[in-house]
Nanobody
Framework: QVQLVESGGGLVQAGGSLRLSCAAS????????MGWFRQAPGKEREFVAA????????GYADTVQGRFTISRDNAKNTVYLQMNNLKPEDTAVYYC????????????????WGQGTQVTVSS
C-alpha cells in the first residue's frame, strides 16, 4: 500500500504559476511510476503528466506540453507538478496517482490515488 497526499493547489490568475506536490508514504516510493490527472466539473478525469520509476521517462498531455513539468525526488518520496502559464481551462481538481508499472499514462493502470487538490485559474 502507498498513501498519497497532494498539496499546493489554490487560486491563481491566468498566466501565473503553481507547483503541486504529492507526498507518498508506505512502500518504497521508487517502486512506483507516478502520474497527475485532473477532473473539471462535468468532465471526465484526464491524464496530465506521468513520470517513470527512475524519472527516465516523462509524458504530457498535449494541452499542457511545454507549460507543465513533472518531476520526482525519490529521496523525499515526493512527486511534483510545476505548472506555468496557467489558463482558465486548467481549472480542475488535480490528483496524484501511483502505479506498479514502469510508466503509464492510462488512469486504469493506477492503483493508488490521492484525495485531490483544487486548482482554480481566473481570467
Amino acid at each position: 500500500q502507498v498513501q498519497l497526499v497532494e498539496s499546493g493547489g489554490g487560486l491563481v490568475q491566468a498566466g501565473g504559476s503553481l507547483r503541486l506536490s504529492c507526498a507518498a508514504s508506505g512502500r518504497t516510493f521508487s517502486s512506483y511510476a507516478m502520474g497527475w490527472f485532473r477532473q473539471a466539473p462535468g468532465k471526465e478525469r484526464e491524464f496530465v503528466a506521468a513520470i517513470s520509476r527512475n524519472a527516465g521517462s516523462t509524458g504530457y498531455a498535449d494541452t499542457v506540453q511545454g507549460r507543465f513539468t513533472i518531476s520526482r525526488d525519490n529521496a523525499k518520496n515526493t512527486v511534483y507538478l510545476q505548472m506555468n502559464n496557467l489558463k482558465p481551462e486548467d481549472t480542475a481538481v488535480y490528483y496524484c496517482a501511483g502505479t506498479v508499472r514502469y510508466y503509464s499514462d492510462y488512469d486504469k493502470d493506477y492503483n493508488y490515488w490521492g484525495q485531490g487538490t483544487q486548482v482554480t485559474v481566473s481570467s
